[in-house]
């Protein structure tokens, strides 16, 4: 999983650079079965039955699982890409936040939120840890810059499954099982939030789910190791 990790990270990196207006989700698609082909590994997404696509790319209000499609980018929009690498028989997962051309101010901070987030979720899976304590970090990050995490959808365990228990809430949630983190579990921490509220709805191509107010919304992702020297980020480049 470092190995296939190291690997998605790099093309998870490039995708980003690509982002600029006048792109296409469909080229950064392209670019990404290509990479991922030259790894001798497989896209993990490719496994989700009738799931077709090596990545999922959302724009602005979309927030997870958006079919690549032919529509540019354009200035200012803010893109996620989230892709996962099926490699040597285990998956890793990984998402991005930027934006195409020209910085706002304000939603390079939101997407800043996000990453600060997701440190902290991060740094919070230890073992003898809760998956609260991971829910608790995040949700403390998002909120207090005055943003909102999204509930309906969680992070999770991957390795030889692309997703597996535990799930990841990014709020503290009763109603989760609240299981003991151990040393050599693999998981995904998942941070995903919005400008305005946490509602969400499916659009008409049953597979991208946006915010249902139409707000700002990212989401960012790293495979995590957690060890008993502390968490190891797996989706990093050498």
Known sequence: MTEGGQKLASIRDHLASMVKPGVTPLEIEAEAV???????????FKTVPNYYHATCINVNSSLVHGIPTDTPFKDGDLVSIDLGLYYQGYHTDTS?????????????????????????GINAAQPGNKVSDISRAVQSVIEKAGYTVIRDLTGHGVGKKLHEEPYIPNFVDPHN??????????????PMYSQGGHEIKIEADDWTISTADG??????EDTIAITKNGPIVLTKQN
Not at 215 to 220: I, K, N, R, T
């Open 177 to 190: 099982h609240d299981s003991v983190l151990v040393e050599g579990q693999t998981l995904a921490i998942e």
């Open 96 to 120: 991005v936040s930027v934006i195409a051309g020209k910085k706002d101010i304000k939603t390079q901070q939101f997407i800043n939120t996000g990453y600060k987030a997701l440190k902290a």
């Open 34 to 44: 290509n990479l991922i082909k030259k790894t001798g590994g497989k896209a993990s």
């Open 215 to 220: 707000s700002l919304a990212a989401l960012v």
